[in-house]
C-alpha cells in the first residue's frame, strides 16, 4: 500500500508545488512529476525487497524451463486481460477524435475530467484490493475465500457508493470553479457513470479472488469481453450522442466485466 501510494502522492505534490511556484505552465511538467514519481516507487521497491535478493541463484535448465513455462502460461494471459482492459477506458476517446474531429479535443477534455474523478473514487477499493489479494494468497480454503471475498466487496462497494454520493451532489459552479468555464456538465456525466463506478468496484474484488487462485482466464475474458463490448457500442453511441455515448459505452463494458466475473 505504501509502494502504491508513492506514485500519486508525489506526482500530485510536485504539481501542487510547481503551481504554486508559477512553474507548471507546459506539459513538461507533468511529465517530469511523472519521472519523478516513478523513480521514488522504484527505489522504495527495491529497498523493501532488499532481504528477498540474498535468496536469489540462478536456475538451472529444468528450473528454467518450468520457470518461462509457468510465466508464459499465467503471464501472457494476464497480460492480454492487461491489455483489453486498458482498451476499455481509451478507445471512447479514439472514437470521438475520430467521429467530431478538433471537436472531438473538447468532448475528450470534459470526458476525461468526469471519468478520472469517477475513477479516483476507486483509490479505496485499489488499496482494498492488494490487502484482500494479500490474505486471499494465504487463504488454501475456497470457502474461506469467498466469504472474505464477499466481506471486502460490500465494505468497497459501501465507501465508493458515499463517495460518487458526495460527487454526484457537487452543484454545477463547483465543476467550473474547478475546471473553468464549459466544464459545467462534468457532473452529469459522473452521474451517468456512478452505476458502472459501483460494478467496476465490485469487480476489483472478484477479480483479486481469482487472481489468488491463479485463474487469469477468467478475467482475462471479461476484459476481452468488455472490450468488444466497447468496440461495437461505442461505435454507434459515440457518433449519435458524443458524450454521453461514451459514458454509456463505458457503463455497459464495466456492467460486462461484472456479470461474466460474477
Known amino acids: 500500500n505504501n509502494l502504491k501510494l508513492i506514485y ?6 510536485l504539481i501542487v508545488g510547481m503551481w504554486l511556484c508559477g512553474r507548471f505552465n507546459d506539459i513538461s511538467q507533468y511529465v517530469f512529476s511523472l519521472w519523478i514519481a516513478y523513480i521514488l516507487s522504484l527505489i522504495y521497491g527495491i529497498v523493501i525487497l532488499k532481504d528477498e535478493y540474498k535468496n536469489l541463484y540462478l536456475l538451472n535448465r529444468n528450473e528454467f524451463k518450468q520457470a518461462a513455462t509457468t ?7 494476464r497480460q492480454v486481460g492487461g491489455i483489453a482492459q486498458t482498451m ?5 476517446f479514439m472514437f470521438m477524435i475520430y467521429f467530431f474531429a478538433k471537436q472531438g479535443e473538447v468532448f475528450n477534455g470534459i470526458y476525461s475530467n468526469a471519468t478520472s474523478i469517477s475513477e479516483a473514487i476507486l483509490l479505496f477499493g485499489t488499496s482494498l484490493a492488494l490487502v484482500q489479494y494479500s490474505s486471499l494468497s494465504n487463504t488454501q480454503s475456497n470457502q474461506e475465500a469467498k466469504e472474505l471475498t464477499i ?21 454545477q459552479r463547483f465543476w467550473v470553479w474547478l ?3 464549459g466544464f459545467e456538465q462534468v457532473g452529469y456525466y459522473i452521474r451517468v457513470l456512478a452505476g458502472g463506478i459501483l460494478l467496476l468496484s465490485s469487480t476489483s474484488n472478484i477479480t483479486q479472488y481469482f487472481a489468488s487462485r491463479g485463474n487469469f482466464s ?16 461505442g461505435y454507434f453511441l459515440i ?18 466485466g461484472f456479470i461474466i466475473e460474477f
Request: a positive charge; proline letters at 3%; hydrophobic letters at 60%.
Open 218 to 233: 477468467i478475467t482475462a475474458c471479461a476484459s476481452i469481453v468488455s472490450l468488444i463490448v466497447t468496440l461495437i457500442a
Open 88 to 92: 476499455v477506458y481509451r478507445v471512447s
Open 151 to 171: 466481506k471486502m466487496t460490500i465494505v468497497n462497494v459501501s465507501v465508493t457508493a458515499i463517495g460518487l454520493l458526495v460527487v454526484c451532489l457537487l452543484p
Open 8 to 13: 500519486p502522492l508525489t506526482n500530485v505534490v
Open 179 to 181: 475546471f473553468g468555464a
Open 239 to 256: 457518433q449519435r450522442y458524443n458524450i454521453l455515448g461514451s459514458a454509456l459505452t463505458a457503463v455497459m463494458a464495466y456492467a460486462t
Open 71 to 77: 510465466l508464459f502460461k499465467l503471464g501472457a494471459v
